[in-house]
């Protein structure tokens, strides 16, 4: 009987050749079936042949953007002190709570962990203090382009406005467009939020004129603004004298002003306004005047922010929906109405 030379590998069997084709033809059409199936692999996975890795959700970079800047903004609101009743002190415990509930939705939303633990992580490049030729204005004026930078010095509550207010960008708005639809409010919220923080810091962010081509989106938020309208004809009434006149006549020529924007952007699609709309209460004094006033704009607010889900992605009412809602935000806070990482939402 012949033998094994030890130095030769043994030849392989027949039994063992098909063996071996048989599983890399089925390795290779499950590698297949998956690819078919839209599996991905995450970020850091080995790659695999035939296995597309993971696609970014549309929107993301935004999203996660937003999301760090959040973090940022609550160090620089908390570095200014002050009162614990103060904005500053307010806005740091807001966008705390932002940085919690962002990272939930993009965990909703597919984003995996170790992408978000890689957004988060300390920067290899050490940071100087030269401040940014890019990224965060330094006046109150909204020209950054979309997202802060997060490294400009804190120099008071205005530097503090230019950093709320540089996450309006010109192109703020288009990206909050290419968001998933479910996250529209949500996201839409949260800029609202820093325009109204950059206005009660005293330096409001401007705003583009907008693009309007669907007049019954218009038409049917009007509705919800002259109820409002109606509402404080009814508190400048009854708050005959002092300050509480004073902010009940500003409020109501706000309110006005965006009933007639919605008026004229609606053109034919507006019908006439109603001659009353029902009240929460009875409001005979001073006192109940001032309790339908932040009643009033706290339903406003909730209204205007459920009607971001409702644009499709439409840049001039999703533009116009955010800046209505800053501005009920601000007026709300004028009149008690606490605060609200997400205004409308919370």
Sequence with gaps: MPQVDPGMPPCPTRRGVLTAGVGLALGSVAAMSLAACGIRLEDDAPRVPLIPTRAPISGEAFLIALWRHSDDLAERATSLGGAATGVPARLAGLHRRQVSVLQAELLRLGVPQKVLDDASAPSATPTTTTPPTTGAPTTGTATGTGTG???APVAGPKALAAEEA???GPTAIASLATVPSSAVPLIGSVLAQRAAAATLLG???TWPEPAW???????SYLESTRAAVYAFEVVAAQSPTGAQRTLALATLTTLESRASEQESLASASAGPPALGYPLPFAVTTPAAARRLAARVLTDLRASVARD????NGDLGPLGALVQWLAATEVLGSRW????AAFPGLT
């Excluded at 971001?308 to 644009?311: A, E, I, K, V």
């Design 149 to 151: 930078t997060g490294t």
């Design 166 to 168: 540089s996450d309006l």
């Design 203 to 205: 330096a409001p962010a």
């Design 213 to 219: 081509s669907a007049p019954s989106l218009a038409a």
């Design 308 to 311: 971001l889900g409702s644009t």
């Design 336 to 339: 008690g109405v606490p605060l």
